[in-house]
């Protein structure tokens, strides 16, 4: 279902988490079934962010985002949206995307938006024409306005959705895995919107399980693993945070050892015909001289720089699907 959640409006008031579009602190989540989906979750996400919630299926994504929409109550913990401690304070500047959307086939884009705004409370029927229109255009599908949704292709069908969520000015998009079973066109679309959208000033949460996608649209990340955030910050800062390591290739495995231990080389990972270590500092030249020096017999040397894809798997222990 699509929704935009709207709510009597009200002033916001001020609390701890001003300044950041969402705040989270302990929020847990427990099933009746006794599943823990969401384990005591700490999250900032700054205002202005392009914030990339990431993580594997069933990592509790879609949870900790129904619990910031007030959809599901939390076990316990608080979360708090643009400065607001309960969410139906926020959501009228608040556009969300919560699974599929669910839209008329027979009716055109205009006439699902026209219906889906009447269905809104908070909305004014009489602006409805030119908040249509708009959202429209900002999502790129004036000139379909007219066409049937059933004639829509995926893309456009989820840029419809995301223009659902976008007929009110908003101060935060929350788009749960906005790009799942669209195709790379589809997807390519739907990402270049929210880059779009962000340009103008709005906060965007956006879940995905595809690191690719979100290295591609996203300011900041966190990362999720079994109900947990194992990771959260600027995506620049999680990246330089990967130092290189030096991978030597020689017979002299042992030796190699000694030799980069005494160089200061920290994690120093023998294997077999090989050995690792963080470079650190190190100039891999300098390495090589050193090696060569000590007679141990070097047969290749390479520097590698983790991607972040090594540092997800290290944190989550899972692979991400990384076709975008
Ligand atoms: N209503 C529910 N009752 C019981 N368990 C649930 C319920 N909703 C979710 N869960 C469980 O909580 C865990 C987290 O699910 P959640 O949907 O939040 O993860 P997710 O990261 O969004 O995954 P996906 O990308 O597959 O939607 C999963 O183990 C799921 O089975």
Same mark, same amino acid.
């Given at each position: ?13 001020? @609390? ?7 705040? +989270?602190?302990?929020?847990? !989540? ?20 392009? /914030?990339? /919630? ?24 608080? @979360? ?80 419809? =959705? ?24 589809? +997807? ?6 929210? !880059?779009? #959208? ?15 996608? #979100? ?25 330089? =945070? ?33 050995? @690792?270590?963080?470079?650190?500092? =190190? ?12 007679? #141990? ?22 692979? /991400?699907?990384?076709?975008?």
């Amino acid at each position: 279902m699509t929704m935009t959640i709207d709510a009597a409006g009200g002033a916001l008031m001020a @609390s701890p988490a001003e300044g950041a579009a969402i705040v +989270t602190r302990g929020l847990t !989540k427990r099933f009746r079934g006794g599943q823990l989906a969401v384990d005591q979750l700490d999250l900032t996400v700054p205002r202005g962010a392009v /914030f990339g /919630f990431l993580g594997p299926n069933g990592s509790g994504k879609t949870t900790t985002i129904r619990m910031l929409l007030g959809l599901v109550a939390p076990t316990a913990g608080t @979360s708090s949206i643009l400065g607001s401690g309960s969410p139906r304070q926020a959501l009228t500047k608040v556009g969300a995307l919560v699974e599929g959307p669910a839209f008329y086939p027979y009716l055109s884009g205009a006439a699902n938006l026209r219906r889906f705004d009447a269905a809104d409370p908070s909305a004014d029927p009489r602006t409805v024409e030119r908040r249509v229109a708009e959202a429209l255009d900002r999502v790129g599908l004036a000139a379909a306005a007219k066409k049937r949704y059933r004639a829509y292709s995926l893309g456009m069908r989820q840029r419809l =959705a995301i223009a659902a969520t976008l007929l009110g000015p908003r101060e935060l998009l929350v788009l749960d895995e906005p790009t799942n079973g669209l195709d790379p066109q589809g +997807t390519r679309e739907v990402r270049n919107l929210i !880059k779009d #959208v962000a340009a103008g000033g709005t906060t965007v949460f956006v879940s995905s399980h595809l690191l690719a996608e #979100v290295e591609q649209m996203c300011t900041h990340i966190g990362v999720m693993r079994t109900g947990r955030l194992v990771a959260e910050g600027p995506l620049a800062e999680l990246r330089s =945070a990967n130092v290189p390591r030096i991978r030597v290739e020689t017979p002299d495995v042992a030796q190699a050892a000694a030799v980069l231990a005494t160089l200061g080389l920290t994690d120093v990972s023998p294997g077999s015909g090989e050995l @690792s270590a963080e470079l650190g500092h =190190a100039l891999p030249e300098h390495v090589t001289a050193a090696l060569v020096r000590e007679g #141990v017999a070097v047969r290749g040397i390479h520097v590698v720089r983790p991607t972040l894809e090594d540092l997800f798997v290290d944190l989550t222990g899972e692979g /991400f699907d990384v076709e975008a």
